[in-house]
């Protein structure tokens, strides 16, 4: 699969700006939650929604996820990302260069480096 066919759901943790840079700089199809109306959804919901439209989920919330099957997880730790204003554009060059060396993830746990 083409890097870029993957389909990114960003967590609400996470700067909705970088879906937006995923989109405009990396040509990846990124939505983050608030995007699509699911700002404060429980996870399961979430995980489920990304299982059903094939989308990789990316979230900091390992706890709440780490049960999830059938469903590719992007895990991030929010103090590995450059701080402030600086830590949209960071998650997404980061999740730009895991997409193209995982252009077919399994579903299951990755870890953003």
Partial sequence: MNPFLLDVLIDEMLPPR???????????????????GMA????AVIAQFAREHSRVVVTENVADFAGER???LLFVLRRNLPA???????????????AAANSDPFP?????R
């Fill in 84 to 98: 402030g204003g600086a830590m949209a554009a960071g998650l997404a060059e980061r999740v730009a260069t895991w």
């Fill in 40 to 43: 404060h959804t429980e996870d």
């Fill in 70 to 72: 059938g469903v590719v």
């Fill in 18 to 36: 970088a879906a937006i840079i995923l989109r405009d700089e990396h040509g990846l199809r990124a939505h983050h939650v608030s995007e699509l």
């Fill in 108 to 112: 299951g746990q990755h870890w953003l």
